[in-house]
Nanobody, 123 residues
Framework: VQLQAFGGGYVQPGGSLRLSCQASGFALADYGIGWFRQAPGKEREFVATINFTGGSTYYHDSVKGRFTISRDMTKNTVFLQMNNLQTEDTAVYYC?????????????????WGQGTLVTVSS
């Protein structure tokens, strides 16, 4: 059972990136998925979450209107489209899966975690 997050990189302010979260060994379709991030010297924080059907999503206020979480059941993948990135979005981004299948913003309720992918926003 493994989650892998990838798609991070370096981008200038105002740019976009799309992160992907893939699962191996289990079906993501049974799980609610969350994206979290941890900036240097800061606590890990919630970014976005999607329920197991993909019909419901929830975002941290700081990313509303800029980030979109979605899932592709056929590819066993969840995406985080990040637009209009700002320097304060610089962080290691993690995806996580919760067996409740629901929208969860607290990291302690997640069962599986990916290894993280670094997003750097800088001019």
């Amino acid at each position: 059972v493994q989650l892998q997050a990838f798609g991070g990189g370096y981008v200038q302010p105002g740019g976009s990136l799309r992160l992907s979260c893939q699962a191996s060994g289990f079906a993501l379709a049974d799980y609610g998925i969350g994206w979290f991030r941890q900036a240097p010297g800061k606590e890990r924080e919630f970014v976005a979450t999607i329920n197991f059907t993909g019909g419901s999503t929830y975002y941290h206020d700081s990313v509303k209107g800029r980030f979109t979480i979605s899932r592709d059941m056929t590819k066993n993948t969840v995406f985080l489209q990040m637009n209009n990135l700002q320097t304060e979005d610089t962080a290691v981004y993690y995806c996580a899966a919760n067996s409740h299948g629901s929208l969860v913003i607290t990291d302690e309720y997640y069962d599986y975690w990916g290894q993280g992918t670094l997003v750097t926003v800088s001019s």
